[in-house]
């Protein structure tokens, strides 16, 4: 098996209606997985992001370019790939006449899983999505959380050696995001690989490894998150308290923002301490923070990861 989980190369995808003008949902997305690895897809709303694990997960044929999952061609060879893939879709949901214990046994034994090791799984997945006390409800009088945590504790319980998850904490309370990440990092560490997207920019930040930021069916920028932050010109916010009409003495400092009469400056560590004593001569008042994995989005792409 290749060290390489996911491997694409210009990879493209045009939606053709008849009498309408066409739409590129991707325009040549490059980018590589590692086995092991947890990697994050970030965009808005458009942008590409589920159309891109469709294809990995061979729910979508490319309209041209490379795709590869462990080696594996995803267009040309798509029965060969499905074994090694689990996918939580967005906005999937469990089936309304199973309980979340047969949803988890049933779609184990399904991907050939024996029922000892089926039922240990279901067992395991069900307690680590906090599930225990509706495993036996049907689905259907479940809420959206308990549902959205029935589907991630699904595909969790297969162990598989990918896992696409398409916003996968959506609707669930940050008790049960922080159970789902805990359980990730726990995939990763006996050996599943991990693509997921989401809007939650801290849920990127703390579950990722590195992040992939997409925009119009184009890779904008990689790295980790900080990489991305340092981009930004510093990994440090300095706000500074009815700075703005005094922007010209901190322009050498980084990027900065005036908001109404206050002044946000982006600034490198090595410098904050040189831009506290000017703060101070100019009698501002001062609170330091860091650059947030938001600040850094807006930087590259120009608009919120919320705005449409």
Known sequence: MTDEALWSRNLRKVYRTKG????????GVSMNVRRG???????????????????????????????????????????????????VPQEGKPFFH???????????????????TGKARTEESLERMGLMEVADRLAITLSGGQRQRTMVATVIATEAPLLFLDEPTIGMDPFARRSVWSSLRLLTQRGSTILLTTHYLDEAEALSQRLYIVERGRVLVSGTAEDLKRAVGGTLKVLLLRGAPQIDRFRTFGECVPDGDSLSVIVAPERLGELMDVAVRAQLTATVGPV?????????????????
């Not at 994995?293 to 608009?303: D, K, M, N, P, T």
């Open 20 to 27: 309408a003008p066409e739409v590129e949902a991707l325009a």
């Open 37 to 87: 690895e947890r990697v994050a897809l970030l965009g808005r709303n458009g942008a590409g992001k589920t159309t891109f694990l469709k294809i990995a997960s061979t729910l979508l044929r490319p309209t041209s370019g490379e795709i590869r999952v462990f080696g594996f061609d995803v267009d040309r060879t798509p029965d060969r790939a499905r074994p090694y893939i689990a996918v």
């Open 292 to 308: 947030t994995l938001e600040e850094a989005f807006l930087r590259v792409v120009g608009r919120s990861i919320d705005e449409d």
């Open 98 to 116: 199973l309980t979340p214990r047969e949803q988890v046994y049933t779609y184990l034994r399904a991907r050939g899983l024996s029922r000892e």
